[in-house]
């Protein structure tokens, strides 16, 4: 037997007919409420349901566990209103064992070159892809060709005032300190020293001066005014613009981002309550991981925004339209949170983040069917 496991989005169509039961808990909870109505339910009621033969099936999750939880191992499914067995439309899961049972047609979906949205194409490959293929990402190739083969509409840097962050982390740190109950980050020093074993205090005390410096040096850079983040390119996929980002280096971010965390541990290790960290920017276009994030928001407040698409490589990156409302980069919201960024086109013009977006639709006329 050749092992197959679905990945979201895969469907299916049902080749035998099968009653089973669905328990009222979790996922399946507003299914089987609009299933039975008004008639009363409890947790962990079992509904029974048929299946037709020729229900489609959406493959929506998988989960899978080893030990504790492994009870709950099961694929949840999305069926269409207008489905043969009569049932509403929505969501539920069914149990492995249940799923193992079922006698299924891939639904194979013919690949379009006009497919609408990039985002779309970069998903249809991913369905299509060998197992192979989507471990280490070349899946993705035939989207990035795609994109380098567009026309050019617009080029430049992204940019910021680097000088004013570094005033902000600085400033941020001190106001977090004075908030327990220390004046300064000399203050910290001298109360750190006198609890932190002495060989661990003097290399915080030397990357500490080291990161200073760098900081120090930052104001007195010609380009921090105007430093480049990202090199932008604009380009159009049928009538879709998009944002191809490449980073520049990083090492003045580093230095504040080694600010930031040589304090934030200090203090920690002088209170027995947990100090978060001054938010840094370096952490927004960076992340905690070493490839990157290109501006897109982390799951703040449970909110998953449409996140940029990554090459195999992970050092460049394809804002789509439909996530523009989410990025750092293109929201025009962004200086709420601290940040400011312009475009510097290559001839010199700088845009604001709302003008640029009033150019994207400007360009679009001449660069769209």
């Known amino acids: 037997m050749n092992i197959y496991v679905p990945v979201i989005g895969d469907k299916f169509i049902l080749k035998n007919s099968i009653t089973t039961n669905i ?167 001298d109360e750190a020293e006198k609890v932190i074993n002495e060989n661990a205090f003097s290399k915080f005390e030397e990357r500490f001066h080291v990161a200073e410096m760098s900081i120090n040096r930052i104001k007195n850079h010609i380009l921090t005014e105007a430093y480049p983040v990202y090199r932008f390119k604009l380009k159009y996929r049928n009538d879709e613009p998009l944002l191809v980002l490449s980073k520049w280096g990083r090492s003045f971010f580093e230095a504040l981002d080694e600010y930031i965390k040589i304090t934030h541990t200090l203090l920690n290790a002088l209170t027995d309550k947990y100090i978060h960290l001054v938010p840094s920017f370096y952490s927004l276009i960076d992340g905690t991981y070493e490839k990157e994030s290109f501006g897109c928001y982390s799951s703040k407040h449970n909110y998953n925004p449409k996140s940029a698409i990554k090459d195999k490589s992970g050092k460049v990156g394809v804002i789509p339209h439909d996530a523009f409302v989410d990025n750092l980069f293109t929201r025009t919201k962004s200086d709420n949170h601290g940040y400011v960024f312009h475009y510097e086109l290559d001839n010199g013009n700088k845009l604001s983040i709302t003008e640029m977006r009033k150019e994207i639709r400007s360009l679009a006329k001449r660069f769209t069917s």
């Open 23 to 189: 328990v009222f808990d979790g996922q399946n909870k507003i299914f089987v409420k609009n299933l039975i109505k008004d008639e009363p339910a409890k947790l962990g009621d079992k509904i029974e349901i048929t299946l037709l033969e020729g229900t489609i099936l959406k493959v929506q999750r998988v989960y899978i566990r080893q030990g504790a939880g492994a009870e709950f191992n099961s694929v949840t499914f999305r069926i269409s209103k207008d489905n043969p067995s009569g049932l509403p439309s929505g969501r539920f899961f069914l149990p492995i064992d249940v799923v193992n049972t079922l006698e299924v047609e891939k639904v194979t979906e013919s690949t379009n070159e006009k497919i609408k949205t990039f985002r779309e194409l970069h998903s249809c490959l991913h369905k299509q892809a060998e197992i192979n293929q989507r471990l280490d990402g070349s899946y993705s190739d035939p989207a990035f060709n795609e994109i380098n083969n567009l026309p050019l509409a617009l080029s430049g840097n992204i940019v910021f005032n680097l000088r004013e962050e570094c005033d902000r982390v600085k400033n941020a740190v001190d106001d977090i300190l004075k908030k327990n109950g220390l004046d300064s980050v000399e203050a910290l020093f």
